[in-house]
């Protein structure tokens, strides 16, 4: 099973800063990785795909990049709608594993 | 817009079953494999199980193999969970969600699971 590492666990930012988070794979998943939102009491929502690929409706600020095991989302000017939790997610190989996710909180 | 709507969830004895279902509108549902993916309320994502639009292939997490079984009707466009030899830990939301060209782009609203006697 391939193991994802999501750093840092929480990002204290301010409206208008840009995030930086971090997924590592233990091995490598190509660029099959995806990016997801969960804000409380939501289900999640896909922001990227396929490493670098917004999903549709996805505001620009949101990039991905990276690709075999070391992989970035970047949102580079934080909305108050954008403080949530991030998960990445691996389809390289079954099963299917999500990392433990990055909290961005308002500072 | 497509929607997908969960159902079937509630409160179950350790030792029971459940049967999870997820009602689809708004595509067309046998060409997409569909997922269930479940979460425990403040803790993160673990993907469940996952079956082809056909119904010919299924993928299942080892925590739940030989207890869970997915399937889909698709004259109902319905996906369903058979739960079987439930336990505390897999009190969870469960997800169910589209497979769009293998990446998870619509998810319903999920149905609480609790196991506890």
């Known amino acids: 099973e391939i193991v994802l590492t999501q750093s840092p666990a929480t990002l204290s930012l301010s409206p208008g800063e840009r995030a930086t988070l971090s997924c590592r794979a233990s091995q490598s998943v190509s660029s099959y990785l995806a990016w997801f939102q969960q804000t409380p009491g939501q289900a999640p929502r896909l922001l990227i795909y396929a490493a670098s690929n917004r999903a549709t409706g996805i505001p620009a600020r949101f990039s991905g990049s990276g690709s075999g095991t070391d992989f970035t989302l970047t949102i580079s000017s934080l909305e108050p709608e954008d403080f949530a939790v991030y998960y990445c997610q691996q389809r390289n190989s079954w099963p299917w594993t999500f990392g433990q996710g990055t909290k961005v909180e308002i500072k | 817009e497509v929607q997908l709507v969960e159902s079937g969830g509630g409160l179950i004895q350790p030792g029971g079953s459940l049967r999870l279902s997820c009602a689809a509108t708004?595509?067309?549902?046998?060409?997409?494999?569909m997922h269930w993916v479940r979460q425990v309320p403040g803790k993160g994502l673990v993907w469940v199980s996952a079956?082809?639009?056909?119904?010919?292939?299924?993928m299942i997490a080892d925590s739940v193999t030989g207890r869970f079984t997915i399937s889909r009707d698709n004259a109902e466009n319905t996906l369903l969970l058979q739960m079987n030899s439930l336990r505390g830990e897999d009190t969870a939301i469960y997800y169910c969600?589209?497979?769009?060209?293998?990446?998870?782009?619509?998810w319903g609203q999920g149905t609480m699971v609790t196991v506890s006697s």
């Open positions: 708004g595509l067309t549902f046998s060409t997409y494999w």
């Open positions: 079956i082809s639009g056909d119904g010919s292939e299924t």
């Open positions: 969600v589209r497979d769009f060209f293998g990446y998870l782009d619509i």
